[in-house]
């Protein structure tokens, strides 16, 4: 009788236990999102459904494990510190599917012998975007110059390495820190080496995207802008670029080379 009585008690409890093991795993598969903190909260226009799928895949090809914190900012797009399945942090960007600014930058994918044709719709010009800043890295880490490594991208959201230290505190940018004549000769030579042997352009320089690692050493973020040398603008690109390298090292007291002189440094002309 009491054996009885326990099977019955055992197959009442076979759904109880069934929906906490579904719970458990969608806890599993979720919990980069309950995770709170005072810098961390999910915002609508960042998760939305699309760009939740991309993560939850992310999570299950185990390129990810969680999202820790949101660290940094921009108009395009949002950064977050994230944990790998090996417990090392790596940065994830994620292209905001709300802005505008990607109606903008059309004239650096049109025109890009790489990226051709590009299908219509906001979703599909981000998607090209994040892709074409994942295959920009790549091209730039495999060059040589000192890029954030690239791991994956999928859609709207792109991993890739977190330039910092162990506590997510970032790289410092160029903007926020001391400056020397040794700093600006390194911005130009991660210049020549990103044309002469990465064969781009990176269309996007200024103070706010150069940034100094842990050791000091000059690094260049935020190609989403690059372009391939054989572009049709990027000379004006370039002559851009050194005009502004130029203008942010001048105001900080320090005496730069002229334009067109480093327009034939660059690209090797002269």
Do not use: C
């Not at 226009?45 to 921009?74: L, W, Y």
């Not at 977190?162 to 506590?167: N, R, W």
Request: net charge positive.
């Amino acid at each position: 009788m009491s054996m009885a009585r326990d099977l019955e008690d055992e197959e009442r409890q076979k759904p109880i236990v069934r929906a906490d093991r579904r719970y458990k795993r969608h806890e599993r598969e979720t919990r980069f999102l309950v995770k709170r903190s005072e810098d961390y909260q999910v915002i609508d226009e960042v998760f939305d459904m699309p760009t939740m799928m991309v993560i939850t895949k992310m999570v299950n090809d185990g390129i990810i494990r969680s999202i820790q914190s949101h660290f940094a900012s921009g108009k395009e797009s949002k950064l977050y510190i994230a944990e790998t399945p090996e417990g090392l942090p790596v940065a994830v960007k994620i292209y905001l599917t709300v802005s505008a600014e990607f109606k903008k930058r059309l004239q650096y994918i049109v025109g890009d012998p790489r990226f051709s044709k590009v299908k219509k719709g906001t979703r599909n010009i981000i998607a090209t975007w994040a892709r074409k800043e994942f295959k920009n890295l790549q091209t730039a880490h495999a060059a040589g110059v000192r890029v954030p490594a690239p791991i994956a991208v999928e859609k709207n959201v792109l991993v890739m390495e977190f330039i910092g230290d162990s506590y997510g505190n970032m790289a410092v940018q160029l903007a926020d820190t001391e400056v020397t004549a040794d700093d600006y000769n390194e911005v130009i030579e991660q210049m020549i080496i990103l044309y002469q042997k990465a064969h781009l352009v990176h269309a996007d320089l200024s103070e706010y995207n150069v940034f100094k690692n842990l050791e000091g050493k000059i690094m260049l973020f935020d190609f989403g802008s690059a372009v391939d040398v054989n572009h049709p603008n990027s000379k004006k690109f370039l002559i851009r670029d050194i005009q502004n390298i130029n203008r942010f090292f001048i105001k900080r007291g320090l005496d730069v080379i002229d334009t067109g002189r480093l327009v034939e440094r660059i690209t090797g002309s002269k």
